[in-house]
T-cell receptor
Framework: GAVVSQHPSRVICKSGTSVKIECRSL??????MFWYRQFPKQSLMLMAT?????????EQGVEKDKFLINHASLTLSTLTVTSAHPEDSSFYIC??????????FGQGTRLTVV | QQPVQSPQAVILREGEDAVINCSSS?????VHWYRQKHGEAPIFLMI?????EQKGHDKISASFNEKKQQSSLYLTASQLSYSGTYFC??????????????FGQGTTLQVKP
């Protein structure tokens, strides 16, 4: 299957700082990339849909000023958690897909805000 | 709208079969099935695009009833490696379809020796 690389896999940051997470599709050009958040033993909650060269579409209840998404190319999307607080600690996962095909997931990023 | 999966949890012995169901209240364009192990990213199992379509590989297969907005995942002769949490992801139809997948709450499967 296709490869989606997410970096970093783990990050610990201080409260009030910002963290950037990268998501790259290594061997295909993704029509769309998605960002999910997952709490322990819970489902994948869609945060936003990201298309290259356009503004991300955020799901209801997701603060777009807090979770900044940039989709610079067909193979790269970034999520920046701004002014992070302990309640932002979670597992963040990106996925990439070509229209009509399956979605491939990155390895995920475990964010811990202390 | 999040699809509903049932059952929430299943415990099996090696070699036994299991069925996981996924039901949506919205019209669906496709259903995707994934398995996730603890602390890891979800792994793609299969995608179903047409009504009544059935797919399978090895001992895992799935069906999709477009009219009922339901899909089922069939695991036969389960192996220890099948343990994990299974998620269905649904893609809606219409102009609001941006290709996004909305996932069910998950079904935890444990296969014991």
């Amino acid at each position: 299957g296709a490869v989606v690389s997410q970096h970093p896999s783990r990050v610990i940051c201080k409260s009030g700082t910002s963290v950037k997470i990268e998501c790259r599709s290594l061997d295909f050009q993704a029509t769309t990339m998605f960002w999910y958040r997952q709490f322990p033993k819970q489902s994948l909650m869609l945060m936003a849909t990201s298309n290259e060269g356009s503004k991300a579409t955020y799901e209801q209840g997701v603060e777009k000023d807090k979770f900044l998404i940039n989709h610079a190319s067909l193979t790269l999307s970034t999520l920046t958690v701004t002014s992070a607080h302990p309640e932002d600690s979670s597992f963040y996962i990106c996925s990439a897909r070509v229209w009509g095909a399956e979605a491939f997931f990155g390895q995920g990023t475990r964010l811990t805000v202390v | 709208q999040q699809p509903v999966q049932s059952p929430q949890a299943v415990i099996l012995r090696e070699g036994e079969d299991a069925v996981i169901n996924c039901s949506s209240s919205k019209a669906l364009y496709s259903v995707h099935w994934y398995r996730q192990k603890h602390g890891e990213a979800p792994i793609f199992l299969m995608i179903l695009l047409k009504g009544g379509e059935q797919k399978g590989h090895d001992k895992i297969s799935a069906s999709f009833n477009e009219k009922k907005q339901q899909s089922s995942l069939y695991l036969t002769a389960s192996q220890l490696s099948y343990s994990g949490t299974y998620f269905c992801g649904t893609e809606g139809t219409g102009s609001s379809n941006t290709g996004k997948l909305i996932f069910g709450q998950g079904t935890t499967l444990q296969v014991k020796p």
